[in-house]
């Protein structure tokens, strides 16, 4: 198992910017991949934005030009800048890994983090 350490969440005016951070740690694994999730009250989880083993990205469109994923390899650590946050961007953000025991493996794993707060008043 992988474990998630998040931070970075907040209160911010709309129109300000958060910058959220993941770090993975465990034994020993490979990662495919790391990625952001959020889940507003009511709501299904849904993606925010996501970055692949070989740096290419996918965002939600409601986030495309205001968020910027970014992933460094080293600290197995995924970070997720976000700025002009609008107040429909309150939502509990989740860190999300794909990953590996090996990098030959082929079954994949998925660990989440426990969750980190955004709240963006108007």
């Known amino acids: 198992q992988v474990q998630l350490k998040e931070s970075g969440g907040g209160l911010v005016q709309a129109g300000g910017s958060l910058r959220l951070s993941c770090a993975a740690s465990g034994s020993t694994f490979s990662i495919n991949g790391m990625g952001w999730y959020r889940q507003a009250p009511g709501k299904q989880r849904e993606l925010v934005a996501v970055?692949?083993?070989?740096?290419?990205?996918n965002y939600a469109d409601s986030v495309k030009g205001r968020f910027t994923i970014s992933r460094d390899s080293a600290k197995n650590t995924v970070y997720l800048q976000m700025n002009s946050l609008k107040p429909e961007d309150t939502a509990v953000y989740f860190c999300n890994v794909k990953w590996k025991r090996t990098t030959w493996a082929t079954l994949v794993y998925s660990d989440w983090g426990q969750g980190t707060q955004v709240t963006v008043s108007s």
């Open positions: 970055i692949g083993s070989g740096e290419s990205t």
